[in-house]
């Protein structure tokens, strides 16, 4: 019974590792979209799935290593909090940027745009 009672926690190990890789991997993802992405709107696309996907991997690594108990609670709370507000927040952002009169930029290269004086 021990024996698989040491697998079963290795598992839930390799389970939380990768869980909080994949994590990184989308918050990574997220800054380099934030730096690279032409304007605000795909921006605020890739800063979106970095809070809510991102946050939630690396929020289930985390209570997959605490196990069953107060923690593990208190960090599935704080979970539901992010998958609510995050996706909300980023609406309302980048509804606050398009009545404030923000145009997206509809053109793939802003580089274009330059040379033609601006006109679209």
Do not use: C
Not at 19 to 42: E, K, Q
């Amino acid at each position: 019974m021990s024996e698989f009672l040491l697998i079963l926690d290795r598992g839930l190990d390799i389970l939380s590792i990768a869980a909080m890789v994949a994590g990184v991997v989308f918050v990574l993802a997220g800054a380099i979209g934030v730096m690279r992405l032409p304007d605000f709107y795909t921006r605020m696309h890739a800063a979106g799935v970095t809070d809510t996907l991102g946050a939630e991997l690396i929020m289930l690594g985390l209570i997959l290593q605490a196990g069953w108990s107060a923690l593990s609670l208190k960090l599935a709370l704080i979970g539901l909090f992010i998958f609510l507000t995050s996706p909300t927040a980023t609406h309302a952002v980048a509804n606050a940027a398009y009545r404030a009169g923000l145009k997206p930029l509809l053109k793939r290269y802003a580089p274009d745009s330059e040379k033609d004086g601006g006109k679209a």
